[in-house]
């Protein structure tokens, strides 16, 4: 009886939890106009113009010209924008220079065989390596540009990370951008394919607290209904001199700024920073 009786408490306990949480989420979205600004793979109209961007262009552009492949090394720490900006470029070349651009995260894919199946859209079973990259430089006859995200995640396996051999020797003369949060990354390769990829090397510096304020209130114009330039300008100094710059805790934590009105901020930036933190800790 007693247990049953507790058991009918928490329920109702649960329940009521669960109907006071639904009213306060109903009440606080009404200050969120547009949702996506808040999503990690949201790409802004018009990203902060930022000096290490240069590199980036003028490499692609001398490619889309030449055919000559110009291949890049870009690296910084984590949330320092260096997806956002390669996704925000490839967008404008892709319309306006008629590049094609090969997207692969390598924690996700994390061999070249699983590389090139993820580009095919196959299954990674039933080829081997070379029969892959075959199909896949005969589906592409023009100029492509790889670009392998997180790229110093290729698995220990893939000891001689044979897709960059692939590109590097590749007589398609396509071109490759290699993102990551290491910048030694290019020691860990074999020296005949440093050799023959010589990349130009890219550092995505750090954000500012004022770059990042300038980005939570760009987001915050878009998808807020009312201004938060004091929530935006203290989570833009936290997110500066506790995370390294990343400035994916400083989104989240203006994400649930808007939601928890009333909360501190100083909390709700602990609780992105965890969230962010512990799952990047999370590695398969």
Request: proline share 3%.
């Amino acid at each position: 009886m007693v247990n049953a009786f507790g058991e009918v408490i928490a329920q109702m306990e649960i329940q009521e939890y669960l109907n006071r949480r639904a009213e306060h989420l109903a009440r606080h979205t009404r200050q969120i106009r547009d949702f996506r600004v808040f999503d990690f793979n949201y790409i802004p109209q018009k990203p902060l113009m930022r000096e290490e961007v240069k590199p980036l262009i003028d490499g692609l552009l001398r490619y889309a010209t030449t055919g000559i492949a110009n291949h890049l090394l870009i690296f910084g720490s984590r949330g320092s924008g260096k997806t956002l900006m390669v996704s925000y470029v490839s967008q404008l070349l892709s319309d306006k220079h008629k590049l094609a651009f090969a997207y692969a995260n390598c924690r996700q894919h994390n061999t070249s065989f699983k590389i090139l199946a993820s580009l095919l859209n196959v299954r990674p079973r039933g080829c081997s390596l070379d029969e892959l990259w075959e199909r896949f430089c005969q589906a592409h006859l023009g100029r492509v540009v790889f670009v392998l995200d997180e790229v110093d995640l290729i698995s220990d396996k893939d000891r001689n990370k044979d897709i960059l051999y692939l590109i590097s020797r590749s007589a398609k003369g396509y071109m490759v951008v290699l993102l990551s949060n290491n910048p030694r990354f290019l020691n860990t390769l074999d020296e005949s394919i440093r050799s023959t990829l010589q990349p130009e090397m890219i550092h995505f510096r750090n954000y500012g607290a004022n770059e990042i304020h300038q980005i939570l209130m760009d987001r915050a114009r878009l998808g807020l209904v009312h201004p938060v330039r004091q929530a935006a300008a203290q989570i833009a100094a936290l997110t500066a001199k506790h995370t390294n710059s990343d400035v994916r805790v400083a989104i989240k934590t203006l994400y649930y700024a808007a939601l928890e009105q009333q909360a501190e901020v100083r909390s709700l930036f602990e609780r992105a920073r965890r969230d962010i933190l512990l799952g990047c800790d999370c590695r398969p």
